[in-house]
């Protein structure tokens, strides 16, 4: 899933407060300029959704799914839902923080005008931002891949449970793809299907291995395009699905702010960049500006 690629990097020192020069810089910025933002996993990790990169987080022992083998591979299927199961009631229970809550009113002020994620947890929405383009999709929903039906997780959790009780009794730490690194037999796992046609249902997420769809492409692209700032929120730009839409700002002369725990591959491309949690610094930054 399009997270960021698993890491044999080791710990990124914690960063724990925001020089003001450079909060600051960053609000000069913004002001009177039409801002969009891009987000990934580093604005969720401070509600409780781990990473496969970023502060604090060892090396990934397993990979995310690919597409081509969770489709093709019913034992690959098994895998993912046994460990969705556990994974799901703590993804779908994490709240939106800080950082979340004050991006939303920075769009609510006028500021930022659209906020384009690589995050799938909706926790952008559940803090109050309107103008969200979802470039990997939402687990909150699951699509078949035979005839397209979508269905909401949690109704599918129901049923998962229904085919297999007890099993939200196994522990297990979440995992970055709202699943659970859960180790154990998966003979007694069953797999749902589609409720309209018996079909294989997948997360409406881009998995590894998928592009991301062609309309959403465009409709990001036509948001870095309008703006006059592009600011990259808790991203280390490892994917190239985040890294095209710096790239396009650099190349239309639109300038660029990085806030990332750690090197992200736009730094070379910023006109500013600053090492801080999002959770202290964008509240701090709504201060200033909204």
Request: proline letters at 5%; glycine letters at 8%.
């Amino acid at each position: 899933m399009s997270r960021e690629a698993v890491s044999d990097c080791a710990q990124v020192p914690r960063v724990s407060s925001v020089d003001e020069a450079q909060l600051e810089e960053l609000a000069g910025l913004m002001r009177g300029r039409h801002v969009v933002a891009l987000t990934g996993a580093g604005c969720s990790t401070e509600s409780g959704i781990p990473d496969y990169r970023g502060e604090g987080t060892l090396a990934r022992a397993r990979r995310p799914v690919r597409f081509e083998v969770y489709a093709a591979d019913p034992v690959a299927r098994a895998r993912y839902w046994s460990r969705a199961v556990v994974g799901w009631p703590r993804f779908c229970a994490a709240p939106p923080n800080a950082g979340h809550r004050a991006l939303a009113r920075l769009e609510r002020a006028g500021i930022v005008r659209a906020v384009i994620t690589q995050n799938v947890d909706r926790l952008h929405q559940a803090a109050g931002t309107r103008e969200v383009v979802e470039l990997h999709g939402a687990l909150a929903e699951v699509r078949c891949l035979a005839c397209g039906a979508l269905e909401g997780r949690a109704e599918l959790q129901e049923r998962l449970l229904g085919l297999n009780p007890g099993w939200l009794d196994h522990e297990a730490e979440i995992a970055p793809d709202g699943d659970a690194d859960l180790e154990t037999s998966l003979a007694e796992f069953h797999v749902a299907g589609c409720r309209r046609c018996a079909g294989v249902l997948k997360p409406n997420v881009v998995f590894f291995g998928e592009q991301v769809p062609a309309a959403i492409v465009e409709r990001a692209y036509a948001l870095v395009e309008s703006a006059e700032l592009l600011v990259v929120l808790g991203s280390s730009l490892t994917v190239f699905s985040g890294l095209r839409f710096v790239r396009r700002a650099e190349a239309l002369g639109t300038p660029i702010a990085i806030v990332n725990v750690g090197p992200t591959r736009g730094d070379a491309l910023a006109s500013l960049k600053i090492e801080a949690r999002l959770g202290e610094l964008l509240p701090r930054l709504a201060e200033r500006l909204a």
